[in-house]
C-alpha cells in the first residue's frame, strides 16, 4: 500500500507539472487586417493554364531526351501571354532551360527572387482518365500534367506581374523571376541562374520558391486549415546496397545468395528507422499547431522535454511526411538481380532513396547503414547526394512581407514553418541568400497534394484567383 501511495504521489506530482504547461500552450493573438479586394480573372488564368499544360515540357533522368523544341515554345508563348513583362524586364536564358526575369527596382537595394518551373515529369497517357498534355477542362478542373507542379505559379507569377506592370508599379527594389526547366531532374538550370546572380553580386532579401500549401487537418489535433511556409529542406541521398553471389542455374540453389542476402540486408534497414531529430524547424512546428491542437496533444506538445520518446513512436507508427519531419528516411526504390527465372544472379542491387535531415550528411547516413548491416556480406555505395538546407528565419522583415501576403489571401489559416521534406531549385539559392522560403501560394486538400507526380494531376479552376492574389500582394510589397 505505501508503494501505490508512493506512485499516486509522483502522478498527481508529474501531472501538477504538465498540465499547467498546457493550460498555457495557446495561440498568440493576431491582429485581423481587411484585405484589399484584388480582382481576378478566373477564365483568363484558366485559359492561359491550358495553354501552358499543352507543350510537352519533360524532363527525363536521360540526359539529352527532353524536347528542346518545346521547352523552346513555352518560351515563345509565354511572350505571347505576357507582353509587358518581357518588354519591362530583361529576360535571360542560363543553363539549358532556364529563365531569369530582371525587373529593376526604384533604388539599389537587396532585390526579391520569385521561383517556379516549368519542367515537367513524364506521364504515361493509358493511365489517365483525360490527356496529359491536352490542357483539358473538365467539370471545373484543368487537367494535365504540371498543373499543380509547377506551372499554375509559372501562371500565377506571370498573371500577377503582368497586371501589375499594366497598372504602372515599380518595385521599390530589383525584381527577378528565376523559372528553372530542369528541377525535376538535377537542377542545373537553377544552379547557372545562381552562378550568374552570384558573379555580379547580388544578395537577395528574399527568395520565395515552391513548397508548401494551405492544407486542412494536416496536424494532430487541428482542424483548421495551416498554411505552412518551408523555412528549410531535407538533403538527398542516392544509396545502392550491392550483395555478391554465386552464379549459376536456378535449379541447384547455394545456401547463401545474392538476392537473398539482399532480402535481409533490406529488412534489417526498414525494421530499424534512422534515429529521432528535432531540428528547428520540427520544433516550430510542433509549438506553431500544437496550440491550435486539442488538450491531449497540448500535453504533448507542450511537454516535448519528457514526451520526445512517445512523439518518436507516433511518428514512427504514423509514417509518411509526419515521420519524414523527425528523422532520415529510407525509401526501397530500386531493384535489380537476375535478369531471366532460371538464372542464378551474381548480383543483387536495391536502390535506395535517403533524405536527410537538417544536421544529417549523407557521409553519416550511410555510416549508420553499414553499422545496420554488420555482419552481412553487403556493400553501401553512395551514388550521389545533395546536403540539407541552411535554415532560414521565420521572423524579421522577410517572413513578415511573406506572413502579410498569407494572412491577407488566407485569413482563417494558421501560418507555420515547417521542414519541407521534398528538394527544390531553392535550395541552390541559400548560396546567395539566407531568407529562402517555400510556399506555393495555394490551397490544397490531401487529395489534390497525393496527384503531384501522379496520375490525373488536375487544378480546380476555383483556386487559381487566390493564387494569382497571392503572387500580386508578394510582388507589392518588393
Same mark, same amino acid.
Given at each position: 500500500?505505501?508503494?501505490?501511495?508512493?506512485?499516486?504521489?509522483?502522478?498527481?506530482?508529474?501531472?501538477?507539472?504538465?498540465?499547467?504547461?498546457?493550460?498555457?500552450?495557446?495561440?498568440?493573438?493576431?491582429?485581423?487586417?481587411?484585405?484589399?479586394?484584388?480582382?481576378?480573372?478566373?477564365?483568363?488564368?484558366?485559359?492561359?493554364?491550358?495553354?501552358?499544360?499543352?507543350?510537352?515540357?519533360?524532363?527525363?533522368?536521360?540526359?539529352?531526351?527532353?524536347?528542346?523544341?518545346?521547352?523552346?515554345?513555352?518560351?515563345?508563348?509565354?511572350?505571347?501571354?505576357?507582353?509587358?513583362?518581357?518588354?519591362?524586364?530583361?529576360?535571360?536564358?542560363?543553363?539549358?532551360?532556364?529563365?531569369?526575369?530582371?525587373?529593376?527596382?526604384?533604388?539599389?537595394?537587396?532585390?526579391?527572387?520569385?521561383?517556379?518551373?516549368?519542367?515537367?515529369?513524364?506521364?504515361?497517357?493509358?493511365?489517365?482518365?483525360?490527356?496529359?498534355?491536352?490542357?483539358?477542362?473538365?467539370?471545373?478542373?484543368?487537367?494535365?500534367?504540371?498543373?499543380?507542379?509547377?506551372?499554375?505559379?509559372?501562371?500565377?507569377?506571370?498573371?500577377? &506581374?503582368?497586371?501589375?506592370?499594366?497598372?504602372? *508599379?515599380? @518595385?521599390?527594389? #530589383? +525584381?527577378?523571376?528565376?523559372?528553372? /526547366?530542369? %528541377?525535376?531532374?538535377?537542377?542545373?538550370?537553377?544552379?547557372?541562374?545562381?552562378?550568374?546572380?552570384?558573379?555580379?553580386?547580388?544578395?537577395?532579401?528574399?527568395?520565395?520558391?515552391?513548397?508548401?500549401?494551405?492544407?486542412?487537418?494536416?496536424?494532430?489535433?487541428?482542424?483548421?486549415?495551416?498554411?505552412?511556409?518551408?523555412?528549410?529542406?531535407?538533403?538527398?541521398?542516392?544509396?545502392?546496397?550491392?550483395?555478391?553471389?554465386?552464379?549459376?542455374?536456378?535449379?541447384?540453389?547455394?545456401?547463401?545468395?545474392?538476392?537473398?542476402?539482399?532480402?535481409?540486408?533490406?529488412?534489417?534497414?526498414?525494421?530499424?528507422?534512422?534515429?529521432?531529430?528535432?531540428?528547428?524547424?520540427?520544433?516550430?512546428?510542433?509549438?506553431?499547431?500544437?496550440?491550435?491542437?486539442?488538450?491531449?496533444?497540448? &500535453?504533448?506538445?507542450?511537454?516535448?522535454?519528457? *514526451?520526445? @520518446?512517445?512523439? #518518436? +513512436?507516433?511518428?514512427?507508427?504514423? /509514417?509518411? %511526411?509526419?515521420?519524414?519531419?523527425?528523422?532520415?528516411?529510407?525509401?526501397?526504390?530500386?531493384?535489380?538481380?537476375?535478369?531471366?527465372?532460371?538464372?542464378?544472379?551474381?548480383?543483387?542491387?536495391?536502390?535506395?532513396?535517403?533524405?536527410?535531415?537538417?544536421?544529417?550528411?549523407?557521409?553519416?547516413?550511410?555510416?549508420?547503414?553499414?553499422?545496420?548491416?554488420?555482419?552481412?556480406?553487403?556493400?553501401?555505395?553512395?551514388?550521389?547526394?545533395?546536403?540539407?538546407?541552411?535554415?532560414?528565419?521565420?521572423?524579421?522583415?522577410?517572413?513578415?512581407?511573406?506572413?502579410?501576403?498569407?494572412?491577407?489571401?488566407?485569413?482563417?489559416?494558421?501560418?507555420?514553418?515547417?521542414?519541407?521534406?521534398?528538394?527544390?531549385?531553392?535550395?541552390?539559392?541559400?548560396?546567395?541568400?539566407?531568407?529562402?522560403?517555400?510556399?506555393?501560394?495555394?490551397?490544397?486538400?490531401?487529395?489534390?497534394?497525393? +496527384?503531384?507526380?501522379?496520375?490525373?494531376?488536375?487544378?480546380?479552376?476555383?483556386?487559381?484567383?487566390?493564387?494569382?492574389?497571392?503572387?500580386?500582394?508578394?510582388?507589392?510589397?518588393?
Amino acid at each position: 500500500m505505501p508503494l501505490l501511495y508512493a506512485l499516486l504521489a509522483l502522478l498527481a506530482a508529474f501531472l501538477a507539472l504538465i498540465t499547467p504547461r498546457a493550460l498555457r500552450f495557446v495561440p498568440p493573438p493576431r491582429e485581423s487586417a481587411k484585405a484589399e479586394d484584388i480582382p481576378a480573372d478566373a477564365e483568363r488564368l484558366a485559359r492561359h493554364l491550358q495553354a501552358m499544360l499543352r507543350l510537352k515540357t519533360v524532363s527525363y533522368p536521360e540526359e539529352g531526351r527532353a524536347e528542346a523544341a518545346q521547352f523552346a515554345a513555352f518560351r515563345d508563348l509565354l511572350k505571347t501571354l505576357y507582353p509587358l513583362v518581357h518588354a519591362r524586364c530583361q529576360a535571360e536564358l542560363h543553363g539549358q532551360n532556364g529563365l531569369l526575369y530582371h525587373l529593376r527596382g526604384q533604388v539599389d537595394g537587396p532585390p526579391s527572387v520569385l521561383m517556379a518551373h516549368y519542367d515537367v515529369v513524364p506521364a504515361d497517357e493509358g493511365d489517365w482518365a483525360h490527356p496529359p498534355f491536352a490542357g483539358m477542362l473538365v467539370d471545373g478542373e484543368v487537367w494535365g500534367r504540371g498543373a499543380l507542379d509547377t506551372k499554375c505559379t509559372v501562371l500565377c507569377l506571370l498573371e500577377a &506581374l503582368e497586371a501589375q506592370l499594366a497598372a504602372g *508599379f515599380v @518595385p521599390r527594389n #530589383d +525584381l527577378y523571376l528565376s523559372l528553372g /526547366g530542369d %528541377e525535376e531532374t538535377l537542377g542545373q538550370d537553377a544552379a547557372a541562374i545562381v552562378d550568374a546572380l552570384e558573379a555580379r553580386g547580388v544578395r537577395p532579401a528574399f527568395v520565395l520558391d515552391e513548397g508548401g500549401a494551405v492544407v486542412s487537418r494536416v496536424f494532430p489535433g487541428v482542424t483548421r486549415a495551416a498554411a505552412l511556409v518551408g523555412i528549410a529542406e531535407k538533403g538527398s541521398a542516392l544509396v545502392d546496397l550491392v550483395a555478391q553471389g554465386r552464379p549459376g542455374h536456378a535449379s541447384a540453389p547455394p545456401f547463401r545468395q545474392a538476392a537473398l542476402t539482399l532480402a535481409q540486408a533490406i529488412s534489417r534497414v526498414a525494421r530499424r528507422p534512422l534515429h529521432f531529430t528535432l531540428t528547428a524547424p520540427a520544433k516550430a512546428l510542433f509549438d506553431t499547431l500544437g496550440r491550435h491542437s486539442t488538450f491531449a496533444y497540448k &500535453l504533448i506538445f507542450a511537454n516535448l522535454w519528457c *514526451f520526445a @520518446p512517445l512523439l #518518436d +513512436l507516433i511518428c514512427r507508427r504514423t /509514417g509518411g %511526411e509526419l515521420d519524414a519531419l523527425v528523422r532520415t528516411t529510407v525509401a526501397f526504390t530500386r531493384l535489380h538481380a537476375s535478369p531471366a527465372y532460371n538464372v542464378l544472379p551474381q548480383q543483387a542491387k536495391a536502390g535506395l532513396n535517403l533524405r536527410l535531415i537538417s544536421g544529417d550528411t549523407a557521409q553519416d547516413a550511410v555510416a549508420r547503414l553499414q553499422s545496420v548491416l554488420k555482419g552481412l556480406d553487403v556493400q553501401v555505395e553512395l551514388v550521389r547526394a545533395s546536403q540539407p538546407s541552411p535554415i532560414s528565419p521565420a521572423s524579421g522583415p522577410a517572413w513578415q512581407r511573406l506572413a502579410r501576403a498569407i494572412h491577407a489571401t488566407y485569413p482563417q489559416a494558421i501560418l507555420s514553418p515547417y521542414l519541407m521534406v521534398a528538394a527544390s531549385d531553392s535550395r541552390h539559392f541559400c548560396r546567395i541568400s539566407d531568407h529562402v522560403y517555400r510556399f506555393s501560394g495555394f490551397p490544397l486538400t490531401r487529395q489534390q497534394l497525393s +496527384l503531384i507526380h501522379s496520375q490525373n494531376e488536375r487544378i480546380p479552376v476555383s483556386l487559381l484567383p487566390d493564387g494569382f492574389r497571392f503572387f500580386t500582394r508578394v510582388i507589392g510589397q518588393c
